[in-house]
């Protein structure tokens, strides 16, 4: 088969195509809202020698970058004579997957005429694995729930029963864990059809496959140095102190940044070592954080797959803090990593000002977990996620209420309180939050919701692992702006009204309120040069107050919404912005 | 007695009309540009001229069914009503935090639509439902009466009403209603309990306030149109099809007009399922290109696929997720911006580029004379001679060719330094290959391959379009029915009148009371059947939203005979893991199936017209030659050109050649071979060789 420049796009739009027909599958026959609606779980598809070609469209950020190297540990356990119609393959393992016990991985060999011609994977993150709920409190990796090792979940296209067995007699809520397993099957037996579908199509097989892996990842491979080529060579640093996390303060992460020709070197080394709070974080987890924002910044249209990881090599010194060792705890391993990005950007910042976006108010990740008895006898776990603003960039304000670097999205109030015994009091964008900047960064928000009483209400307490904002205002590594833009804001945890800390697990009965507020992204540029109309026009929507305009953008709107023009001048005049 | 039935199809262009005399069969057709702004005045004009034609055409009309893409249009220009949104207090925000995901990880730049009601019309009033239905909080009369003086101070037009879990206690939101119709007489009002009554509070939302938004340029038209009807002479209910091929009379389409968005592309799928039924494909791909975008549908076993929702405005016009959510059923159409108006242009990196842009009707392309500077497809198609300056619509609207070639000249072939005929026939292959990429996506997301389907082509510039689509996709075969330019307009008339109604069951398959659903089952097939003209017999289908229990996301069964039949059970649970296990694979689940939602759906078939071609001939002859560019000799040539309503069946001709008839033209390239059939199809087979472009 000849791929000319033609044939291999087609092929290669076909490949994305069919793996995001494997996460349709996976969604419409999930189990549970952190699928359908939170979004965190991703499919890939693989050729013959475990090289990534496409991965869905709809997916979290970190799996991306931790799918190849799950595959390739798979098939060195396993080799493909092993291997049968209708197997399946699982790990949970942090190490060997995603950093914590909670994301199941599942990868099916694809037959065609008898021979392995691909593999698929599917990774989703499941509510409950054993252990201590949710919590930042764990000691280590035992506390953290049950371990699967590298094993064979299914025989044949049947569920291993003694492996189904150890894993009823461990979780919490197993019949809906089991149906989202399955749920993992048909997204990888969907996957399977899928290429089937596209090799007789075209008449391909392994080795054909395996050459247009080869193709599309040089290409990508290709394009990523070309982009990497044009940034000056050099080492970038960047050294931030995250906020306190339970009893350990200080944490610092420090990058170098080298731009060697067409390759990128990042280097954690000098970054704090492992910490007694659940937060460690494995290297293929730092690896796939450190991977995204060079993609996000210099190539971000051409589709990610094997060669988008080449030109970029990462290194954490081993036992630290972003490279930890069994038995570390892990589970809030968000807290840590997802600040890499924007670690990353910062320092890239200093070589490509223009393709950096502000700090977002939802980094890391704000979510809580819940799990609670109803009055009908049946355990009840859930998730509830909300976003802070994104940072605002050269050309646009950020948008209020997304998530950055993860990309998760909210599940339904109307849906939540059906899962869990909650009552949602508000959930509105909160004025003043986003950064001031010539663009303003994305609104944050706050929320608030009562534990239900009566029928509706929780039979014994109900448990809240709390993973709140890591934008501490105090932190040393607030919400940041860029070039003068000021930082988001709003950042609040409290329960009945006291501020409570970020991270330890809560026990909550009938009555209890939480709250909690995301603070918006960060600004870019100079607020003062935010031209006055567009700051009228923030005052009219209700995101910025009148005193906020003339506080942080020197612009005085009157009680008409006019911008007043002469106290405007004086303002701006007197004082040029921050 | 004569009895006629007209459907009226309004494009972004064009506005199409088909009036079939049933008791003869025969068809007459017209076409009019659309005027954007006043729609309904190109349709009396059609009307018009159709009366020219038959003076008793509107006395002696059965039906006037209409179709219109006037209300996305609406959505995607901002023009509709001034729209205010009640929540419940603390939840005003909904409709900006969307799902709070981003549709594109990888854009760092990323923008959303802006909302459709801007935030000071947000208002909030005290009130909460739970989640069983019951009252937390009451509705607080006061607030309501507030939020009517804020909206009446603004000038709001239309209000949407959604309330948390309203779609289990409509009882606040219909005193909201109430309220307000007092407080604001004159202003319309969408309650989410009634527009769309299933959980989840966004895509609720965002259906409610489409449905609002349109709802007043829905309702003025609506009845404006059928006043114009009447004073024309027609005496019975003015009809429209909605967006998933049902169709509804004008007062129904009223209330719930967010129905209706997709009406326009629906009937062009009946269209090309029809003909697909009548040639005996069984798996179709149906390519409609108009003026201002391009519509692609798969059609299996004469079953257009279907989707339970869908987006307008996309921000990033093929990213999911980008734009605003309708939760609708709805044919699953790949919706382009390609068309014979999409606009040409060299970009900012000296590549050509075309679309998504049009110039619609006005100022319309370079060669309408209109006005219009920029140089579009349907410029580059007159300049490659596949369109014919003088019998453009039967020579009723003449091109003008040297505007046509100065505009590719000095916008195009100046800028990239090419000869005119390279830009223009850059441009075609340019717009087919932009389809054919993103079409690929479409088949196979839909399981299909492009080599087992018969591409139909229709609307203006689909025949001209569909045989350089056919060839990049690999569809070995295509089919223009008779009278393409106008297919949505035919459509109309030969999709059967029909209409749906759902009613939530939610409960699981074994513990059914199969006594009460057949009670259920009866009333709403009579429900359904009061909505339709009483003359001719209706047929109903039974169908079943199934899922396991604990999904979110069910398969449809159809339910053949009665519940209470012996073994009804047991049939449908064997149907439903028949179609999992198709759907799905081998998963090794067995958890208990749930009973979603009930549907009937009733319908009306109607007489099917038929084009009636010219019985056997002497065999084709050409009525001229005329300069075209031929794609596989690379050079302009002089190529026979024919007129359909001159073929007969059975007429079998060879490529290149061109086939005109008023409302289109056809184009085959060299190696194709075209034959008439018996319902005045043109079939061709395309050759397919390497290399081809």
Redesign the interface.
Same mark, same amino acid.
């Given at each position: 088969m000849k791929l000319d420049s033609v044939l291999t796009?087609?092929l290669w739009?076909?490949v *994305?195509?069919?793996a995001? #027909?494997a996460a349709t599958?996976l969604?419409?026959? /999930?189990? /549970?809202?952190v699928v359908?609606?939170f979004?965190d779980f991703a499919c890939g598809l693989f050729d013959v020698k475990g090289n990534l070609l496409a991965h869905s469209t709809k997916?979290t950020?970190a799996f991306i970058g931790v799918m190849p190297y799950v595959m390739r540990d798979f098939l060195q356990h396993f080799s493909a004579d092993a291997l049968e119609p209708?197997d399946a393959l699982i790990t949970n393992d942090p190490w060997q997957g995603t950093g914590h016990a909670y994301d199941l991985c599942i990868a099916s060999p694809i037959f065609h005429r008898d021979r392995i011609v691909a593999y698929a994977i599917c990774i989703v993150h499941h509510l409950d694995v054993g252990g201590r709920f949710g919590t930042t409190e764990s000691k280590d990796m035992y506390e953290e729930g049950l371990r699967l090792p590298m094993l064979k979940l299914?025989r044949g296209?049947?569920?291993d029963k003694s492996i189904q067995h150890i894993i009823r007699e461990n979780v919490r809520a197993p019949?809906?864990m089991f +149906?989202d397993i399955?749920a993992q099957?048909?997204a990888n037996?969907?996957c +399977?059809?899928?290429l089937i579908?596209?090799l007789e199509?075209y008449g391909l097989d392994a080795g054909s496959l395996h050459d247009l892996s080869q193709e599309i990842s040089a290409r990508s491979e290709r394009s990523l140095r070309a982009k990497i080529a044009e940034v000056p060579d050099g080492t970038y640093e960047n050294e931030v102190t995250l906020p306190t996390i339970g009893s350990v303060s200080g944490i610092g992460i420090k990058v170098a940044l080298t731009v060697a020709g067409d390759s990128i070197v990042i280097d954690y080394a000098g970054s704090s070592g492992e910490v007694s709070v659940a937060v460690n974080t494995t290297f293929n987890m730092t690896r796939s954080y450190s991977m995204y924002p060079i993609? @996000?910044?210099l190539d971000?249209?051409v589709p990610n797959n094997e060669g988008s990881f080449r030109p970029v090599t990462v290194r954490a010194p081993e036992g630290s803090l972003l490279n930890c060792k069994p038995p570390a705890p892990t589970w809030g391993r968000t807290m840590v990593c997802h600040n890499l990005p924007e670690i990353v950007f910062g320092a890239l910042a200093k070589a490509l000002p223009g393709? *950096?976006?502000a700090g977002s108010g939802s980094t890391p990740l704000v979510f809580t977990y819940i799990r609670a008895k109803r009055k009908n006898g049946r355990t009840h776990v859930g998730i509830a996620s /909300?976003?802070g603003g994104?940072g605002a960039?050269a050309?646009?304000d950020g948008?209020?209420?997304? +998530?950055?670097p993860y990309?998760? +999205?909210?599940i339904? *109030? %109307?849906?939540t %309180?059906?899962d869990l015994p909650i009552?949602? @009091?508000?959930? #509105?964008?909160m004025p003043n939050s986003g950064g001031p900047g010539r663009n303003r960064g994305g609104l944050g928000?706050e929320f608030e919701f009562v534990v239900?009483d009566g029928? @509706?209400g929780p039979d014994g307490p109900m448990l809240v692992g709390i993973r709140g904002s890591g934008r501490k205002p105090e932190s040393p590594y607030p919400v940041f702006g860029r070039l003068g833009g000021g930082v988001g804001r709003g950042e609040h945890l409290a329960l009945n009204g006291v501020e409570i800390p970020n991270g330890p697990q809560q026990a909550l009965g009938p009555g209890d309120r939480l709250s909690m507020a995301l603070p918006g992204g960060g600004g870019f540029g100079n607020p003062f040069e935010r031209e006055p109309e567009r700051v009228a026009h923030d005052v009219?929507?209700?995101?910025v107050t009148p005193q906020g305009a003339l506080d942080d953008y020197g612009v005085s709107v009157d009680a008409s919404g006019k911008v007043d023009m002469i106290e405007t001048g004086r303002k701006r005049g007197v004082n040029k912005g921050p | 007695m004569t009895s006629y039935r007209i459907g009226v199809d309004i494009g972004g262009t064009f506005t199409d009309f088909t009036l079939v005399d049933d008791s003869s069969g025969e068809i007459l057709v017209e076409k009019c540009l659309t005027t954007s702004n006043q729609p309904e005045r190109a349709v009396i004009e059609g009307l018009r001229r159709l009366r020219t034609l038959r003076p008793d055409a509107l006395p002696g009309a059965q039906a006037v069914i209409h179709a219109t893409t006037l209300l996305t249009n609406v959505i995607v220009e901002r023009k509709g009503a001034l729209t205010g949104l009640l929540a419940t207090e603390?939840?005003?925000?909904v409709l900006?935090?969307a799902?709070?995901?981003?549709y594109d990880?990888?854009?760092?730049?990323?923008?959303?639509p802006v909302p459709l009601v801007?935030?000071?019309l947000r208002l909030g009033v005290r009130e909460?439902i =739970?989640?069983?239905g019951s009252v937390?909080v009451p509705l607080s009369e006061e607030d309501v009466r507030t939020a009517a003086k804020i909206f009446r101070e603004r000038g709001v037009q239309s209000v949407a009403i959604c309330f =948390?879990?309203a779609?289990r206690n409509a009882a606040h939101e219909r005193r909201a209603r109430e309220i307000l119709g007092s407080e604001l007489p004159g202003v319309e009002v969408s309650i989410s309990s009634e527009v769309h009554p299933e959980?989840?509070?966004?895509e609720r939302t965002s259906t409610t306030v489409v449905d609002a938004y349109v709802k007043p340029t829905a309702a003025h038209y609506l009845d404006k149109l059928s006043g114009e009807l009447r004073t024309e002479g027609y005496r019975n209910n003015l009809f429209v099809m909605l967006s998933n091929g049902g169709t509804a009379t004008a007062e129904t389409t009223k209330r719930f007009p967010v129905q209706a968005v997709e009406s326009g592309p629906a009937a062009g799928v009946e269209a090309a399922t029809h003909y697909g039924r009548l040639i005996g494909a069984s798996r179709l791909l149906s390519f409609d290109m108009g003026g201002t975008t391009a519509k692609l549908c798969v059609v299996l076993d004469g079953k257009a696929a279907r989707t339970r929702s869908f987006e307008v405005d996309r921000v990033q016009r093929f990213k999911p997720g980008s734009g605003i959510p309708i939760a609708m059923p709805v044919y699953d159409l790949l919706e382009m911006g390609a068309g014979g108006g999409s606009i040409a242009r060299v970009n900012s990196l000296g590549l050509l580029q075309v679309g998504p842009d049009s110039s619609g009707s006005s100022p319309g392309p370079a060669c309408y004379g209109l006005g219009g500077e920029d140089p579009t497809v349907t410029d580059c198609d007159l300049a490659l001679g596949f369109l014919d300056a003088g019998s453009f619509l039967g020579g009723e609207m003449k091109l003008s060719a040297e505007r046509a070639e100065e505009a590719i000249r000095a916008k195009l072939a100046g800028p990239m330094q090419v000869a005119v005929v390279e830009a223009a026939w850059g441009v075609h292959n340019l717009v087919n290959e932009t389809m054919a990429?993103a079409a690929?996506?479409h088949i196979?997301?839909k399981?299909q391959?492009a080599?087992n389907l018969t591409l139909v082509g229709f609307g203006g510039a689909g025949p001209v379009h569909a045989i350089g689509l056919a060839r990049k996709l690999g569809c070995p075969r295509l089919v223009i029915p008779p009278l393409p330019g106008v297919m949505s307009a035919f459509g109309l008339l030969t999709a059967p009148m029909a209409i749906e109604r759902p009613r939530a069951v939610r409960q699981l398959l074994r513990d059914l009371d199969l006594v009460a659903i057949e009670q259920w089952s009866v009333e709403l097939e009579n429900e359904a059947a009061a909505l339709l003209p009483a003359a001719s017999k209706i047929d109903f289908n039974r169908m079943a939203d199934i899922w396991?229990i604990?999904?979110?996301?069910p398969l449809e069964v159809e339910i053949e005979g009665r519940w209470s039949d012996a073994g009804a059970l047991e049939r449908i649970e064997a149907a439903f893991n028949a179609q999992y296990a198709l759907?799905?694979?081998?998963?090794?689940?067995d958890?208990p199936l749930e009973i979603v939602t009930l549907r009937v759906k009733a319908s009306q078939t109607s007489s099917k017209p038929a084009v009636k071609p010219n019985t056997q001939g002497a065999g084709a002859a050409p009525e001229g030659m005329r300069r075209v560019y031929v794609p596989a000799a690379g050079c302009y040539e002089q190529v026979r050109v024919y007129v359909r309503g001159h073929l007969h069946s059975g007429d079998r001709l060879q490529g290149p050649a061109i086939i005109e008839e008023r409302e289109s033209t056809t184009v085959i390239d060299r190696g194709d071979t075209l034959t008439v059939d018996s319902f005045g199809c043109l079939i061709v087979v395309l050759a397919m060789q390497e290399g081809r472009p």
């Open positions: 796009q087609i739009n076909r *994305i195509s069919v995001d #027909e599958g969604i419409r026959t /999930s189990y /549970s809202s359908r609606d979004n997916t950020t209708g299914y296209g049947v569920f019949d809906k +149906g399955r099957i048909v037996n969907v +399977g059809k899928g579908g596209m199509d993609k @996000l910044a971000p249209s393709r *950096i976006m /909300s976003m994104l960039n050309r646009t948008p209020s209420c997304r +998530g950055f990309n998760v +999205g909210n339904a *109030i %109307e849906t %309180e059906n009552i949602y @009091l508000k959930k #509105e964008l928000q239900a029928d @509706l009219a929507l209700g995101y | 603390g939840f005003r925000d900006e935090f799902r709070e995901m981003r990880i990888y854009d760092p730049f990323i923008e959303f801007e935030r000071p909460r =739970l989640v069983d937390r =948390l879990h779609y959980p989840k509070e966004y990429s690929r996506v196979a997301e399981g391959t080599r396991r604990g999904q979110d996301y759907h799905y694979g081998r998963v090794d689940d958890t």
